[in-house]
């Protein structure tokens, strides 16, 4: 089994990456012969689309094949990545009620139509990644989700969007919230407790 652990967060000490790293400790418990593959977007950010990026999803038809293999090569990379693996984890703070820019500047990477993305006869967007489950733990400093929440939460709606636009739609979020008022201890029992509840 691969699994394919991405952190979002640039601070070292970081919730995200606490939570996500007991995540994947949690899969390697029960299957101990995982290989675990990174992709940290905190500590070493991709770019976003470049021009030729952009120009390369936006009109395909006119590029000449090198061109679009220049300007795809790092989707290609990273879209191989998310192939490669059978589980995807993903550590992610809130950044203004949604997913930072280094995660959103993946995403642009990862939904590529006519790659991840076909349509159907009738004209709606289809998957074409294999789906497989993916674990998403969430550090935030307020409380953004469930009866208590006082923000509005674009992260899980887009989240789960902008993955099942591409297949992936066995998400589990695992929200780690209120990280700028509780103590450490009571960070740690949030933490155990979603682990707990994480349904394998
Ligand atoms: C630029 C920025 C924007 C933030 N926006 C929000 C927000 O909209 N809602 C929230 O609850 N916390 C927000 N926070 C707080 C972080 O979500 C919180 O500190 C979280 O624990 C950071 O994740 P980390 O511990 O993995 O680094 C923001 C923090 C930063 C730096």
Redesign the pocket.
């Known amino acids: 089994m691969k699994i394919l652990h991405i952190d979002c967060?640039?601070?070292p000490?970081?919730?995200?990456?606490k939570l996500s790293a007991a995540i994947v400790a949690q899969l390697l418990d029960m299957a101990p012969d995982a290989r675990v593959t990174r992709r940290d977007l905190g500590r070493e950010p991709i770019p976003h689309p470049d021009m030729d990026y952009a120009s390369a999803l936006s009109s395909p038809k006119t590029l000449a094949h090198d061109q679009m293999d220049r300007a795809t090569r790092l989707s290609e990379t990273l879209i191989q990545e998310v192939e490669a693996a059978d589980i995807l984890v993903i550590?992610?703070?809130?950044?203004?009620?949604t997913v930072?820019s280094v995660l959103k500047a993946w995403i642009d990477q990862i939904l590529r139509m006519g790659r991840t993305i076909g349509t159907t006869p009738s004209g709606e967007k289809m998957g074409l990644l294999d789906d497989k489950p993916v674990y998403i733990g969430i550090?935030?400093?307020?409380?953004?989700t469930g009866d208590r929440a006082k923000?509005p939460d674009f992260l899980i709606p887009y989240l789960t969007a902008a993955l099942g636009c591409v297949g992936l739609s066995s998400l589990q979020f695992f929200p780690?919230?209120a990280?700028?008022f509780l103590s450490e201890e009571q960070l740690e029992e949030g933490r155990a407790a979603l682990i707990a509840s994480m349904a394998t």
Not at 13 to 17: C, E, F, M, V
Not at 91 to 97: H, L
Not at 139 to 144: H, L
């Open positions: 967060s640039p601070r000490d970081s919730h995200s990456r550590g992610t703070p809130i950044n203004n009620f930072p550090a935030a400093g307020g409380v953004f923000q780690l919230q990280t700028v």
